[in-house]
């Protein structure tokens, strides 16, 4: 039999783990060639150099109560790497002023109205406990999680919590997102029977560590920055990479795939076996086209946020406070009253001991949300000199930066509306239909490396399926020798 040829579309961390899970169950002989239409690996996942000191400008952390990224480092070898943040806490910028971030909340939803009263107003604490005389919550399966929380607790735990929770990881509204898909935890106690909103976030809280210990880490990164996942899934897949590789063209043929792309030298062809697509939606759906109509459709009506990463170093020394960041909901308003045009601010190098470096400290803002591109519009000075207002409106730092870098990620988030399930199970069936095809990435099931992980791994998985199946039937129809 001949060596399976393999083509993956899509170099960032979904298509690389997809590749480098298909290299560890085909072997060294199996053609796998890597399909990226930027000039470097890695999607989402960058890092840059600033005032010596190596920070993530894309992605910066993986979610570590998933098993997927902590897995998959240990087999690359980078177990020794992964670092946790500090102790230190994060805030939350509610009502005008910077609070402590509450907790026993889930994505902002509190499990008992004393955690958040703080963030409050008198009639907002009214709302929050109104919820009692409001009845058993009638849940429908999904809904806008600010929706369903304006239904049930009020405005201002939906403005003053559940918006900047879902601001900073989804770059969107509260109004706008689903339950299901961004908190399923939530979603999961409410399909449970939870009769109120804050009895659902109780319910989804983590178990307590026993007595005695300490809780176990959130979050996870490399002590050299999350953005060397990438290269080190690429050179454990030991694939053909081709960068600079606009896929142009999706084809079945008698046997297998064509996949045609636009190149530096002009349109290549690649035949394949099988085929992985692992693109934001908008590719997904000009790909699927004319292989996977229904998929396509899909595809087409999951929407995406931009946004941009506003990293600064500081002089060493310079006080940053003691809290590890700060999220924005988007009704709040600087003490001028204009908007804010930051979505969140990382101190990183409170949050991260070991991005401090020998002359710098590090710190990123988050900028942009789903449906407002107004501050993406600015150049990259004018968005600096904007987010350095906001640092000093919000930490009170007015230390002249040593060096500052803005990284764009257009239409890099996407948006789990409501339905966001039942679109995505539409899509996956429909390419299920079609041999020797799978889809992977963040458009799926989550937006976090465990999450992309996770879709890389059942798409290989579905591509050795195809693979063994074809195998078997040729071997059977073969003639028979001797």
């Known amino acids: 039999m001949t060596a399976a040829r393999v083509v993956v579309v899509g170099g960032g961390v979904s298509g690389l783990a997809a590749a480098h899970r298909l290299r560890t169950r085909l072997g060294d002989d199996a053609a796998i060639t890597v399909l990226e239409s930027a000039r470097v690996l890695g999607g989402k996942l960058a890092a840059v150099d600033l005032a010596g000191v190596r920070v993530d400008v894309g992605a910066e952390a993986f979610l570590a109560r998933r098993p997927e990224a902590a897995a998959r480092l240990t087999e690359l070898g980078l177990a020794d790497e992964i670092v946790h943040p500090s102790a230190a806490s994060s805030a939350v910028r509610a009502g005008g002023a910077t609070h402590a971030m509450p907790r026993r909340t889930v994505m902002g939803v509190p499990a008992d109205a004393a955690a958040v009263a703080g963030l ?41 919590l559940v918006d900047p929770l879902l601001g900073g990881v989804y770059s969107g509204r509260a109004d706008s997102l689903g339950v299901r898909a961004t908190v399923p935890a939530l979603a999961a106690a409410l399909d449970r029977g939870a009769v109120s909103l804050r009895a659902a976030a109780a319910d989804a809280l983590p178990a307590a560590p026993p007595e005695g210990t300490a809780p176990a880490p959130v979050f996870g990164t490399l002590r050299t920055g999350l953005a060397d996942l990438p290269p080190a899934l690429a050179v454990a897949a030991r694939a053909d990479v081709r960068l600079a590789r606009t896929v142009t063209g999706l084809a079945r043929t008698a046997g297998g795939w064509r996949v045609t792309a636009a190149g530096p030298a002009g349109e290549e062809a690649h035949e394949a076996d099988a085929v992985v697509l692992a693109v934001p939606a908008p590719a997904l759906r ?13 595809a087409a009506g999951i929407e995406l946020a931009s946004s941009a990463v506003v990293a600064l170093a500081v002089p060493l020394g310079t006080d940053l406070g003691g809290r590890s960041g700060v999220l ?7 003490p001028d009253g ?27 803002a988050s900028v942009g949300r789903f449906g407002d591109t107004a501050a993406l519009d600015r150049d990259d000075d004018e968005l600096v000199t904007a987010v350095r207002d906001d640092l000093a409106a919000l930490l009170g730092l007015t230390v002249e930066p040593l060096e500052t870098v803005v990284a764009r990620w257009g239409g890099g988030l996407p948006q789990y509306g409501v339905g966001h399930g039942e679109r995505i199970a539409a899509l996956e069936d429909a390419v299920a239909a079609v041999p020797g095809l799978a889809v992977a990435g963040a458009a799926l099931h989550g937006v976090g490396v465990p999450a992309c992980l996770a879709t890389a791994d059942t798409a290989a998985e579905r591509v050795l399926a195809h693979l063994a199946a074809t195998r078997s039937g040729a071997e059977r129809g073969a003639p028979s020798v001797g």
């Open 120 to 160: 409050l107003s008198p009639a907002g604490r009214d709302a929050l406990a109104a919820e009692d005389t409001r009845g058993p919550l009638r849940w429908t399966g999904d809904d806008s999680v600010g929706g369903l929380v304006r239904a049930r607790l009020g405005d201002e735990v939906a403005d003053r």
């Open 286 to 298: 000009r790909l699927l086209g004319g292989v996977a109509p229904a998929a396509a459709q899909a």
């Open 328 to 334: 924005l909901g988007s009704g709040e308003r600087r």
């Open 338 to 364: 204009t908007p804010w045009t930051i979505k969140a601010v990382t101190v990183s190098s409170v949050k991260w001991p070991h991005l401090v470096g020998d002359e710098a400290l590090v710190l990123r």
